[in-house]
């Protein structure tokens, strides 16, 4: 029998369990999973109090405005947007209108998304791999550190994940279907979606999606190639048609459009979100970010590796990686169609060109935005080590899955030793289960069913390697949970963030967030019946005095003041019809900051103290 029969076999015979359809113990096992990825998304959810406030003020809009909640304004005077599209806003201020604005209402939507990405990705794993494979998948999934971050906090990337993988899986569908045309339009429909929760990041799994159907779709190859143009078709029409919408709306009555210079969703798009982001030329860097990637390392191949990148999903890197070249490997004598090269494809295009880009921008770059290569890294471990696992009675499978698990325990040691407020021992234990590991699979029987003994022992070694792979990750994750983050720049891990804005825009009060705005103040803003309340530099400046006291409070320059909103001219006419309240100057420094209006305001203003709190009554001397 020839090499390429054999492989052809022993593929199938991985994939019998799918064609057996649900029973009672997959079944109870994937329920096991998802309520226990329920239960640990939404545990103690408001340790994170507001999250992102920056995010928080635009939900809490969106919840009092359905204009605002549209365009995703931060204030529900619809004075100016996000610096993104809106979609993952949407969830939110739709749960803030259910349930009332808070910060549980605001971060539920974020843990189920959470829940439903580890659940579409079992279905993908599953279809070709069966359960066992997608059990481990969805379980890496849900432990990677980052996952648990950004699963339980406000910014888009939860979204963003949970639509890239139900593309994914759709792509998945189309490969198996004789009718693959609706497939492909769903999957397009998603990524076009996508694109309206974080902009051109959703577009970096394109070409994997495409090529996986390219290659290995059953039609001819004039049809795939039409039924590629359809879903690229459906890409525009599921981003495009809010684009069309804001670019059609007139300026004058709609929100500016936060983070662009011209008011234009497609220059933001394009410029600040878009190519800024790779080549260092972004409008109003922020964060530390800009030239070089700042404190998340120099851009390059080892960026991923080190520095604050490497403990929010690096943990089991390295394996998925080893599990690529080996998919790769028994899957290059096979047919064009076969399964086993079309999900190499899929999971390892979308984590190469998505590792690769985050590994080389130049631009504004966080540690979180690993977010996005979780489903890859867990989807190819699922698969790769059930794959090798079930070859474990060839020589080379078997060495190679045993190097991978030691590798992983090893990478793992030195990443605990990078969280040192994690208990000591636990690198010890990881790294002992790895090496232990390793050598069972080495000398263990080359039979995987000859008797109790060996039955046993199989158990043993399957315990022994997912200690070794999954026990830092999820400690990590755990300790990710049960602590406190907040600001516009996180990281997962024990460690709390920088607190309102992150230390990125200029700090209000000193960066206290809500707990710096007194009721004095709260009251202020409340009795005003101002369009806006009060005005305050930046966004990070407005957030506080906007969720303390529930009233629009309009942020002058956007996100960290560089925005070219309001003008001078534009403030003085809403002074002038009474249409801002109050104007608090922030304190500290940093950020962007529109000198000429808070220069006009001290020099025509008297300043008052309110609550310990500088505050220049403008609607009183309109």
């Not at 971050?149 to 593309?167: G, I, K, Q, W, Y």
């Amino acid at each position: 029998m020839s090499t390429a029969v054999q492989e052809r076999a022993v593929h199938e015979r991985d994939a019998v369990e799918v064609r057996r359809g649900w029973w009672t113990r997959e079944h109870a096992l994937l329920i096991a999973l998802l309520a226990a990825t329920a239960v640990a998304y939404c545990w103690n959810l408001t340790v994170n109090g507001y999250a992102n406030e920056y995010y928080s003020m635009a939900v809490q809009a969106g919840a009092q405005d359905w204009k605002a909640w549209f365009f995703g304004a931060l204030d529900a005077a619809n004075g100016i947007t996000v610096d993104k599209t809106p979609a993952s806003l949407w969830l939110m201020g739709l749960s803030a209108r259910v349930f009332g604005f808070s910060s549980f209402s605001m971060l539920l939507p974020q843990a189920l998304l959470g829940v439903a990405s580890v659940g579409v990705l079992y279905a993908a794993v599953r279809r070709w791999f069966g359960s066992s494979a997608a059990l481990i998948a969805g379980a890496v999934l849900a432990t990677t550190p980052v996952a648990a971050l950004m699963f339980r906090f406000n910014n888009p990337d939860a979204l963003l994940v949970f639509l890239m993988v139900a593309a994914a899986w759709a792509v998945t569908r189309a490969i198996d279907a004789k009718k693959a045309l609706r497939w492909l339009v769903l999957a397009g429909l998603l990524i076009g979606f996508a694109f309206l929760a974080k902009m051109l990041q959703a577009f970096l799994v394109l070409p994997a999606l495409a090529l996986a159907y390219g290659v290995a779709g059953s039609a001819r190859l004039r049809t795939r190639l039409l039924h590629l143009l359809a879903a690229a078709g459906a890409v525009v029409v599921g981003a495009g048609w809010w684009v069309l919408i804001a670019e059609l709306w007139p300026a004058s009555a709609r929100p500016y459009i936060g983070g662009s210079t011209s008011n234009s969703i497609l220059e933001l798009a394009l410029g600040y979100n878009g190519l800024g982001r790779l080549n260092g030329e972004e409008v109003g860097s922020v964060g530390g970010g800009g030239q070089g990637g700042g404190m998340w390392g120099t851009p390059g191949l080892g960026r991923l590796f080190s520095s604050e990148m490497q403990t929010q999903a690096s943990w089991l890197l390295p394996a998925a990686l080893v599990a690529l070249v080996a998919l790769a490997a028994l899957s290059w004598r096979l047919a064009r169609t076969d399964r086993m090269r079309a999900f190499a494809i899929i999971w390892g295009g979308w984590l190469l060109v998505t590792g690769l880009t985050f590994s080389l921008m130049q631009g504004i770059i966080h540690s979180y935005y690993t977010a996005a290569l979780a489903p890859a890294i867990a989807a190819l471990v699922g698969v790769g080590v059930v794959v090798l696992w079930r070859r474990r009675t060839e020589l080379v499978p078997r060495a190679v899955l045993a190097g991978t698990v030691v590798l992983t325990g090893l990478w793992n040691w030195r990443l605990l030793a990078e969280t040192p407020t994690f208990v000591p021992w636990l690198r010890w234990v990881v790294v002992f289960a790895a090496v232990a590991a390793g050598v069972l699979l080495l000398v263990g029987p080359e039979l995987p069913n000859p008797g109790d003994g060996a039955r046993y022992l199989a158990v043993i070694t399957a315990t022994l390697i997912g200690v070794a792979s999954l026990a830092a990750p999820a400690a990590s994750a755990a300790a990710t949970i049960g602590s406190a983050h907040t600001g516009s720049i996180v990281s997962a891990g024990p460690a709390t963030g920088g607190g309102p804005g992150g230390g990125a825009g200029t700090s209000f009060l000193g960066g206290g967030g809500t707990a710096g705005v007194s009721e004095e103040l709260v009251s202020l803003l409340q009795n005003s019946d101002s369009r806006w309340a009060a005005a305050a530099q930046t966004a990070n400046g407005a957030a506080p005095l906007q969720l303390a006291s529930g009233e629009p409070v309009l942020a002058i320059g956007g996100f960290n003041g560089t925005d070219a909103f309001p003008s001078l001219e534009q403030f003085q006419e809403w002074v002038a019809d009474g249409e801002i309240g109050f104007y608090i100057p922030a304190t500290g420094h940093g950020g962007g900051r529109n000198s000429k209006i808070e220069t006009w305001v001290t020099e025509n203003f008297t300043p008052q103290t309110v609550g310990g709190t500088t505050v220049y009554d403008l609607a009183g001397h309109s």
